[in-house]
């Protein structure tokens, strides 16, 4: 089994702040995806790297995946209400299926 | 469009009954994977489909079965319904199953078993 460590579990924030959140693990995975969750609903794809070292921007979302593919990071720049949510990462390690993290609950405060 | 989606939305059982969660899409996908998730356990994968007719255990596949009688439906079944399987379960389907393409989720189905 192919376990991804996120953290931190949970973070708050002010309206404006930037903040970084982190999926780790000891494998190696072939890519890598972040999906957001809101309260009722599925999660929904944000971005997925490939590359090792790749950096790809959405907005003001910034994901970095590892020069080793081991690890990848979120940063959030000048948080908005909007940006709440539960941000998963998950691995491609192959077997057909993706291995996901816990999770890092974000609460962005007005 | 409708993407993915998930019947019922929520359910109550007693410990013992059965039960059938339909998981239909929409957009031609070959792959479709049972998920569920639980409060600090994340998404944990149950059973998977790659093709009509084709289904694979994944992490925690026991107490569910599964059918892929056609390519836009998957079956999740509950046999002897336990307290242990009280949790929200999310279906996913992919165009194949390949870490670049998105999984792409329904809503959840929110079962509770007393």
């Known amino acids: 089994t192919q376990l991804l460590e996120q953290s931190p579990q949970f973070l708050s924030i002010q309206e404006g702040e930037n903040l970084t959140v982190y999926c780790n693990s000891s494998?190696?995975?072939?890519?890598l995806q972040w999906y957001r969750q809101e309260p009722g609903e599925g999660p929904v794809l944000l971005v997925t790297?490939?590359?090792?070292?790749e950096v790809k921007k959405l907005k003001r979302l910034t994901f970095q995946f590892g020069d080793a593919r081991k690890d990848s990071s979120l940063h959030i720049t000048a948080a908005q209400p909007g940006d709440t949510g539960l941000y998963l990462c998950a691995g491609w390690g192959g077997n057909n299926r993706l291995a996901f993290g816990k999770g890092n609950q974000v609460v962005v405060i007005p | 469009n409708a993407g993915v989606t998930q019947t019922p939305k929520f359910r109550v059982l007693k410990t013992g009954q059965s039960m059938t969660l339909l998981c239909a899409q929409d957009?031609?996908?070959?792959?479709m994977y049972w998920y569920r998730q639980d409060p600090g356990m994340g998404l944990r994968l149950i059973h998977y489909s790659v093709g009509e007719g084709t289904t694979a255990k994944g992490e925690v596949p026991d107490g569910y079965n599964v059918s892929r009688l056609k390519k836009q439906n998957f079956l999740l079944g509950l046999e002897s319904a336990a307290p242990s399987q009280t949790s929200v379960y999310f279906c996913?389907?992919?165009?194949?199953?390949?870490?670049?393409?998105?999984?792409?989720f329904g809503d959840g189905t929110r079962l509770s078993i007393l």
């Open positions: 996913a389907s992919s165009y194949v199953g390949l870490g670049i393409q998105p999984q792409h």
């Open positions: 790297v490939v590359t090792g070292g």
């Open positions: 494998s190696v995975f072939s890519s």
């Open positions: 957009m031609n996908h070959e792959y």
